[in-house]
């Protein structure tokens, strides 16, 4: 539905998924059409590893490389305020990174002119606040279409107010 209005909206968006590996969910130059969605709707499947045809690697959280490469995707799109959302469900444990890869990656990323954002989906994931300097963590799911549209218009209005005071 986010990805619906913000279409609407004319907002130039891209939707990416991860696990051991970045998946493109909605491309930036792609349009929300039939196969864009359908893509969308498997992402719980993902989690639960029973897309067909899809990636089903959901044991595996490579949080900082798949992070890195959707900051270049997002560093090569044009636009005057770029927001970086990373919805986080469980610990970066991965098959090819852990933890101080994705520390590396948030230290790298802000750094830049991203607004990086870390939002813990779910009890018990606290750990988000760990890793990001903006971040809303044991956000329950009913929850989230409500607060990513705050965050969104927050975020647009002010985006000075997401990025880290300077050392």
Known sequence: LLAQ????????????????????????DEELGAAARRRLEGMLREVRCDNPGGHNQ????????????????????PGEVKVLIVLSDGLPEGRHSDASDLRAAVARIVTTDQV??????????????????????????????????ELLEDVLADPARYRPAEA
């Open 5 to 28: 209005a913000l279409t609407r909206l004319g907002v130039a968006l891209e939707v990416l998924g991860f696990q051991d590996e970045l998946l493109p969910l909605k491309p930036f």
């Open 58 to 77: 959901a044991l595996y959280n490579d949080d900082g490389p798949c992070l890195l490469l959707a900051s270049q995707r997002l560093g090569e799109h």
């Open 116 to 149: 990086l954002i870390g939002l813990g989906i779910g009890a018990g994931t606290g750990h988000v606040r760990d890793f990001y300097p903006a971040s809303v963590a044991d956000v329950a799911a009913a929850e989230l279409p409500g607060l990513l549209a």
